[in-house]
């Protein structure tokens, strides 16, 4: 029995699968004591066979032991377990590995990464897991560079170049996906200058396989890369924005399905996000906003399904699959589940793509329902085309659905995981963009409904008048959004059950397990235990880290244990919300696994109150009120995204520079004295009197904010009283 334990270890490394596991699908065993991918099976259902742990014991549950993994950013990876080892992936592409049972750390790896990067990152410094296969862990750094590691040292096997044009945008934040022979992985970066590609590794050698477009290129140069863009072209304007590349970064949402030999990806948004700019006389604009099939051993196309024609709102077809069984009118049917930031839920058959049922999670008006006959949605332009004005649009750019997993119970057939419902409205900035290499390329700028009833005020008054008269001003009015965990049936729409979260930015992934229980954390920095039935709140343990990633489970020595990645960032990562553990205890990224019978998890130190900010210097002469305008543009413009000095921000509040950093600006800013720390440099973007203008921008703030903080102080007010959530350019 111990010889061919073993060999049916070495099995499941091989072909990733959990054979523990007592339910299979086509995709192979569902997860047991083994974890094999991110999403435990193959499927990446994000379910469990476990019951050691369940709801008549859940109350004992307690921390076993936790790592700190040394960075302040987003962790959103979910671990992986194979033979009581866990493998899994940090900021920016670290891969650690532990003894699943105690904790004791084996290896981790770090890659050489340009800290240039985080030009062109628009959404932090995070990574969404690894794959293991043949004895080596495949992890994608922030660059772009596909790395297999040795799964026993951690040593580097080969390395590979996943971007076509290091000129460009590419960077990549997904989790690689093992198809057969190849290692797939996705390119990021649709807010800059990307055209999406798909690129397939061979797993001994690291030698290219082959790369699918999701874009065509520019007609003028030739034929197209390979022949399924020749059908995609027709659906653009000849005269599209070609230098820009028109998106479609397909950077998360990569399934494997053995059944078929298809890699089905989901492709990300158009660049800009307003058609109007990037394809004026419209179109379809094939292959954004879709899942894509593609042959694993040829990367050419077998079907594909587009979710989002003519994608004008950054709705990215990239959240989470899940491959199943579901029998769906009498009919046992292999299927996709696919809930995209559109705001629909799809069940597709994966073999051809047919579209067997699309039920709306949340209120929207870009369009008003989906043709099953069809496949197309019907479109609303008239509340939903912000080309000649400003429209409330829902849902918001950040989706209805992200990339945060949800779980599929085969047990109860439902589909579970957080759902945003939340609009914005959105508006063209005035004046024609000069689209830049590396730079972010959108005229279109978005205030979140949660905020909007606080900002109109301070708008323009054409403009805000404008918003006012728009009939969704009434949603707004009704709730201006939030998020919700549900369980929902696919095959009907119905939610089931829903627990509403801390916030409209609390989205955290799910698990569910044959315990009868479901897991979820929270950025308030718990984690919660549902029944899965009913959605009662069984138990929640205070960990004092925010916590967006999903938990996972296996088994050890007959032990089972959760595990969870926990640390706040990702989209919007600056703004830190107010209720979050990050905003009071600060963003320690930490690994926390618990069992039965575990103790207390340690909690963070809470934040001390904030103190005034520092004084200011001196405004070097020759400064005038014009200049500090002139920095100020140019500060939003090129800096905002990623400080927003804002009190508990995880990236610098500029209004509290020391006189240090004050004294090295220019060398910080046109020198790169940061880029190790992930500060880049904008000699490219910036001159030397443009940085000085940012300069004064900011000396002027941090002596207002010093003037306001020191009559607060005065009055016995707290300083830190959180400002607004406005993300321009989400």
């Given at each position: 029995?111990?010889?061919?334990?073993?060999?049916?270890?070495?099995?499941?490394?091989?072909?990733?699968?959990?054979?523990?596991?007592?339910?299979?699908?086509?995709?192979?065993?569902?997860?047991?004591?083994?974890?094999?991918?991110?999403?435990?099976?193959?499927?990446?259902?994000?379910?469990?066979?476990?019951?050691?742990?369940?709801?008549?014991?859940?109350?004992?549950?307690?921390?076993?032991?936790?790592?700190?993994?040394?960075?302040?950013?987003?962790?959103?990876?979910?671990?992986?377990?194979?033979?009581?080892?866990?493998?899994?992936?940090?900021?920016?592409?670290?891969?650690?590995?532990?003894?699943?049972?105690?904790?004791?750390?084996?290896?981790?790896?770090?890659?050489?990464?340009?800290?240039?990067?985080?030009?062109?990152?628009?959404?932090?410094?995070?990574?969404?897991?690894?794959?293991?296969?043949?004895?080596?862990?495949?992890?994608?750094?922030?660059?772009?560079?596909?790395?297999?590691?040795?799964?026993?040292?951690?040593?580097?096997?080969?390395?590979?170049?996943?971007?076509?044009?290091?000129?460009?945008?590419?960077?990549?934040?997904?989790?690689?996906?093992?198809?057969?022979?190849?290692?797939?992985?996705?390119?990021?970066?649709?807010?800059?200058?990307?055209?999406?590609?798909?690129?397939?590794?061979?797993?001994?050698?690291?030698?290219?396989?082959?790369?699918?477009?999701?874009?065509?290129?520019?007609?003028?140069?030739?034929?197209?890369?390979?022949?399924?863009?020749?059908?995609?072209?027709?659906?653009?304007?000849?005269?599209?924005?070609?230098?820009?590349?028109?998106?479609?970064?397909?950077?998360?949402?990569?399934?494997?399905?053995?059944?078929?030999?298809?890699?089905?990806?989901?492709?990300?948004?158009?660049?800009?996000?307003?058609?109007?700019?990037?394809?004026?006389?419209?179109?379809?604009?094939?292959?954004?906003?879709?899942?894509?099939?593609?042959?694993?051993?040829?990367?050419?196309?077998?079907?594909?399904?587009?979710?989002?024609?003519?994608?004008?709102?950054?709705?990215?077809?990239?959240?989470?699959?899940?491959?199943?069984?579901?029998?769906?009118?009498?009919?046992?049917?292999?299927?996709?589940?696919?809930?995209?930031?559109?705001?629909?839920?799809?069940?597709?058959?994966?073999?051809?793509?047919?579209?067997?049922?699309?039920?709306?999670?949340?209120?929207?008006?870009?369009?008003?329902?989906?043709?099953?006959?069809?496949?197309?949605?019907?479109?609303?332009?008239?509340?939903?085309?912000?080309?000649?004005?400003?429209?409330?649009?829902?849902?918001?750019?950040?989706?209805?659905?992200?990339?945060?997993?949800?779980?599929?119970?085969?047990?109860?057939?439902?589909?579970?995981?957080?759902?945003?419902?939340?609009?914005?409205?959105?508006?063209?900035?005035?004046?024609?963009?000069?689209?830049?290499?590396?730079?972010?390329?959108?005229?279109?700028?978005?205030?979140?409904?949660?905020?909007?009833?606080?900002?109109?005020?301070?708008?323009?008054?054409?403009?805000?008048?404008?918003?006012?008269?728009?009939?969704?001003?009434?949603?707004?009015?009704?709730?201006?959004?939030?998020?919700?965990?549900?369980?929902?049936?696919?095959?009907?729409?119905?939610?089931?059950?829903?627990?509403?979260?801390?916030?409209?930015?609390?989205?955290?992934?799910?698990?569910?397990?044959?315990?009868?229980?479901?897991?979820?954390?929270?950025?308030?920095?718990?984690?919660?235990?549902?029944?899965?039935?009913?959605?009662?709140?069984?138990?929640?343990?205070?960990?004092?880290?925010?916590?967006?990633?999903?938990?996972?489970?296996?088994?050890?020595?007959?032990?089972?244990?959760?595990?969870?990645?926990?640390?706040?960032?990702?989209?919007?990562?600056?703004?830190?919300?107010?209720?979050?553990?990050?905003?009071?205890?600060?963003?320690?990224?930490?690994?926390?696994?618990?069992?039965?019978?575990?103790?207390?998890?340690?909690?963070?130190?809470?934040?001390?109150?904030?103190?005034?900010?520092?004084?200011?210097?001196?405004?070097?002469?020759?400064?005038?009120?014009?200049?500090?305008?002139?920095?100020?543009?140019?500060?939003?413009?090129?800096?905002?995204?990623?400080?927003?000095?804002?009190?508990?921000?995880?990236?610098?509040?500029?209004?509290?520079?020391?006189?240090?950093t004050h004294a090295a600006f220019r060398q910080i800013v046109l020198e790169g004295l940061l880029v190790s720390n992930g500060m880049p440099r904008w000699n490219d973007r910036l001159s030397e009197a443009d940085a000085d203008a940012i300069h004064a921008?900011?000396?002027?703030?941090?002596?207002?904010?010093?003037?306001?903080?020191?009559?607060?102080?005065?009055?016995?007010?707290?300083?830190?009283?959180?400002?607004?959530?406005?993300?321009?350019?989400?």
């Amino acid at each position: 029995m111990p010889r061919i334990k073993t060999i049916l270890s070495a099995f499941c490394l091989l072909v990733l699968a959990a054979c523990s596991g007592t339910d299979e699908s086509d995709t192979g065993p569902l997860a047991a004591e083994n974890w094999v991918t991110p999403g435990g099976d193959i499927g990446k259902s994000h379910y469990s066979t476990l019951t050691d742990i369940d709801r008549d014991n859940v109350e004992r549950l307690g921390l076993a032991w936790s790592a700190d993994l040394g960075t302040n950013r987003g962790l959103e990876a979910t671990p992986v377990v194979i033979d009581g080892v866990m493998f899994t992936s940090g900021v920016a592409g670290r891969v650690y590995a532990y003894e699943a049972a105690t904790g004791r750390e084996l290896w981790r790896f770090e890659p050489e990464v340009d800290m240039q990067i985080n030009r062109t990152v628009c959404c932090d410094m995070v990574n969404r897991g690894v794959a293991v296969a043949r004895g080596k862990v495949y992890v994608a750094a922030l660059d772009g560079w596909m790395y297999a590691l040795d799964a026993k040292t951690g040593a580097v096997v080969w390395k590979a170049d996943a971007v076509v044009d290091r000129a460009r945008g590419d960077n990549s934040t997904g989790a690689p996906e093992i198809a057969g022979d190849v290692v797939v992985i996705g390119n990021a970066g649709s807010e800059y200058d990307v055209r999406g590609a798909v690129s397939a590794f061979d797993l001994e050698t690291g030698k290219l396989a082959w790369r699918f477009f999701v874009v065509p290129r520019d007609p003028a140069l030739g034929p197209q890369d390979h022949p399924d863009l020749e059908p995609a072209l027709k659906t653009w304007d000849p005269q599209s924005r070609w230098d820009i590349g028109g998106g479609g970064a397909p950077w998360d949402a990569i399934n494997y399905d053995p059944e078929t030999g298809l890699v089905l990806v989901g492709t990300g948004n158009g660049a800009p996000y307003a058609t109007s700019r990037r394809s004026p006389e419209g179109g379809d604009n094939l292959y954004l906003g879709s899942i894509v099939a593609l042959d694993a051993k040829t990367g050419r196309l077998k079907w594909h399904y587009q979710q989002t024609p003519g994608d004008n709102w950054d709705y990215t077809s990239t959240p989470p699959m899940i491959l199943t069984r579901m029998s769906v009118d009498g009919e046992e049917r292999p299927v996709v589940l696919h809930a995209p930031k559109n705001g629909f839920l799809y069940v597709l058959d994966r073999r051809d793509g047919t579209l067997l049922r699309a039920h709306p999670l949340v209120r929207m008006n870009w369009a008003d329902g989906v043709d099953l006959k069809t496949g197309r949605p019907n479109l609303t332009p008239e509340r939903s085309d912000y080309s000649d004005g400003p429209r409330i649009v829902f849902p918001a750019t950040p989706g209805a659905r992200n990339w945060h997993p949800a779980a599929f119970d085969p047990e109860t057939g439902l589909y579970i995981g957080s759902v945003q419902d939340l609009g914005n409205a959105i508006y063209m900035t005035p004046g024609q963009k000069p689209y830049q290499a590396k730079m972010l390329n959108n005229d279109a700028a978005l205030l979140f409904t949660s905020d909007l009833l606080a900002i109109l005020p301070s708008l323009p008054p054409p403009l805000r008048a404008a918003i006012e008269a728009l009939p969704e001003m009434e949603w707004v009015k009704e709730n201006p959004g939030g998020t919700e965990l549900r369980a929902v049936d696919p095959l009907t729409g119905e939610t089931k059950w829903a627990h509403k979260m801390a916030g409209w930015q609390d989205r955290g992934g799910a698990l569910a397990t044959a315990g009868g229980l479901v897991f979820q954390g929270s950025i308030d920095g718990h984690l919660r235990v549902f029944d899965k039935d009913n959605g009662a709140l069984l138990k929640e343990i205070n960990t004092g880290t925010a916590i967006m990633a999903a938990p996972m489970t296996y088994k050890v020595d007959g032990v089972q244990y959760v595990a969870v990645m926990a640390a706040w960032g990702g989209g919007g990562y600056p703004y830190v919300p107010p209720y979050s553990a990050t905003y009071t205890r600060g963003n320690q990224g930490r690994l926390l696994v618990f069992r039965l019978d575990g103790g207390a998890v340690p909690m963070p130190d809470e934040l001390p109150p904030l103190e005034p900010a520092p004084s200011a210097p001196q405004q070097a002469s020759g400064v005038t009120d014009e200049t500090i305008s002139q920095g100020m543009m140019l500060f939003m413009g090129n800096c905002a995204l990623c400080h927003s000095n804002q009190p508990r921000s995880i990236t610098p509040d500029l209004r509290r520079m020391s006189e240090g950093t004050h004294a090295a600006f220019r060398q910080i800013v046109l020198e790169g004295l940061l880029v190790s720390n992930g500060m880049p440099r904008w000699n490219d973007r910036l001159s030397e009197a443009d940085a000085d203008a940012i300069h004064a921008y900011l000396i002027d703030l941090q002596r207002q904010t010093r003037a306001e903080e020191l009559e607060k102080q005065k009055r016995g007010l707290p300083l830190d009283t959180p400002g607004l959530t406005i993300l321009s350019n989400y």
